[in-house]
């Protein structure tokens, strides 16, 4: 029989066998959420009363003391009985975009950088969504499902663009998006995901920010810096593109194109393994520190592998960065 969930003053109806996080998203209800497989502990709460199945929950992600403890992972923790809880970090049980199942068709597919593609996505009807949040995609006649961040602003709401770098022996590259996916094929899409997200426009205060991705995480750094232009024109912001060599660039005409429209917008391209002469070499938190020397009242955003992501919150703290204005994106791989 199904359950019903309550935070602060919503109540979640959830299915027998539906996780928790999954029911509260369905219903417009937000719970701070990231890699939704169990493996960040962003969306970890507190079962204040009644009890759940904890199912998959990584023992890293939630140890058996905080089982005890009364803490759950939303996105694994299926209900045992009605439930309370409360969230850990954030404001839980705020309103947000509902988490919907959607079928795309195929608009378009470019190779834009080495093993790096392009798709956009036509949906049948809008999804309301924030600038930097991520979709889901499922592989045809599989179970298997793989995450990309949107490129789009919130505006851009019925053609949906990703950026999908090559996986070699990947379930949904190698033997999908870039083998056999086709213009006019239909994509199952779920989403939107993930807090990666700017504050409500009402409550950013329009400093400085440093955007720093590597790879294809340069994909939600697109929609938050033009969201951040686009509510301030004189908004410092610098955005870092890290990759090895000058054959991953991508989208260099896009970001001449900012920076002649905006002049507080800087884009940095970094190469760490095939250095050139007309572009910045090593690693883009390195260089980050090298440009700026205070960072004190600005917001730090960070995309991509896990070990990136770390570099970038040591470097922002280095310069002197608050901890709270300090915002990630790992790149999770999906056997984690």
């Known amino acids: 029989m199904p359950f019903t969930a309550t935070v602060g003053d919503r109540e979640v109806p959830c299915g ?17 959420n990231s890699c939704n497989q169990g493996t960040c502990g962003t969306c970890k709460l507190r079962v204040v009363s009644g009890a759940v199945d904890h199912r998959d929950s990584p023992a890293d992600t939630l140890t058996a003391e905080e089982r005890t403890a009364g803490l759950a992972l939303a996105c694994q923790a299926r209900l045992r009985s009605d439930v309370v809880v409360e969230g850990t970090g954030g404001v839980a049980g705020r309103a947000t975009h509902p988490l919907r199942d959607l079928v ?5 597919l470019e190779d834009i950088a080495r093993d790096t593609r392009r798709l956009r996505l036509g949906l049948p009807e809008p ?8 979709v889901e995609l499922t592989v045809p006649g599989t179970t298997v499902r793989r995450q990309y961040s949107l490129v789009n602003t919130a505006e851009e709401d019925k053609v949906l663009e990703l950026h999908v770098r090559l996986v070699p022996g990947g379930a949904a590259t190698e033997r999908w998006i870039f083998d056999g996916l086709a213009i ?9 995901l993930g807090d990666f997200v700017l504050p409500p426009a009402d409550e950013d205060d329009g400093g400085p920010m440093v955007l720093i991705g590597g790879g294809t995480g340069l994909a939600p750094l697109i929609g938050l810096a033009r969201t951040a232009l686009g509510r301030d024109p004189d908004r410092r912001v610098l955005l870092y593109h890290g990759v090895r060599g000058a054959a991953d660039l991508y989208d260099l005409d896009l970001m001449a194109e900012l920076a002649e429209e905006y002049a507080g917008f800087s884009f940095v391209p970094v190469l760490s393994h095939e250095p050139e002469s007309s ?15 205070s960072a004190r009242g600005w917001s730090g955003w960070l995309c991509g592998p896990p ?3 770390e570099a970038g919150v040591k470097a922002f703290k280095r310069r002197r960065m608050a901890p709270r204005m300090i915002h990630r994106e790992n790149f999770t791989p999906a056997d984690a």
Do not use: C, I, K, N
């Open 16 to 32: 027998d066998d539906q996780p928790l996080l999954d029911a509260f998203l369905r219903a417009g209800v937000w719970l701070p």
């Open 104 to 108: 795309a068709t195929v608009r378009e």
């Open 127 to 134: 999804l309301a969504f924030h600038a930097g949040q991520y």
């Open 184 to 192: 006019g094929d239909r994509v199952e899409v779920t989403g939107p």
């Open 279 to 293: 572009h910045r070499s090593g690693f883009p938190t390195d260089v980050f520190v090298e440009d700026v020397a």
């Open 307 to 309: 070990p990136m992501v």
